[in-house]
């Protein structure tokens, strides 16, 4: 969706862009290609992300093979990748998913995780925790929430095991 993206002359175009209601405006456009079914996954957020820097980084990384060093400015866009669903999967079943199940052994959490790997020797040295509140979650490198939203997901599955079918407010 290049159009999407293309330099603007004024600042004023984003508040309120020419052509705004029409048949060919970019709200039209907008709704042909996010359909609902779309926009249902918070993929969607980061990969159009992905597009929006890609010539930027196309540009970063050219410069690169010419030895031309990575400015401060331009580190977001050789940096700042979309993690796809399985990484993310995999990434929080494996930290999160993991504490859970070394605080309980007896959990079923693990046939809910698909990319969830079982350590080979049981662990001694883990965080305790007494109960699912105890379980505070941090994305420093938040993007699209994307690792957030699927924490989420996990850890109402843990809220759920723990005996309570909605998290409680702290207290």
Known sequence: MPFLFEEIDDYTELLMPEDLLSQSS????????????????????????????????????????KNVKITAENIPAATQLFT????????????????????????????????????EEPGTDFLRIARPEDIRICDPAAGSGHMLTYAFDLLYAIYEEGGMTRPRSPR
């Not at 980061?46 to 970063?60: A, C, N, R, T």
């Open 84 to 119: 796809p669903h399985w990484i993310v999967r995999y990434l929080v079943e494996n930290s999160l998913g993991r504490l859970w199940l070394l605080n309980r052994p007896d959990s079923k959490l693990a046939e809910q995780m698909d990319y969830y790997i079982a350590p």
């Open 26 to 65: 970019i709200l039209a456009e907008l709704r042909k290609v996010m359909t609902e079914d779309a926009c249902q996954d918070v993929e969607i957020i980061g990969w159009l992300y992905q597009f929006y820097i890609s010539e930027k980084k196309d540009q970063v990384f050219a410069g690169l093979k």
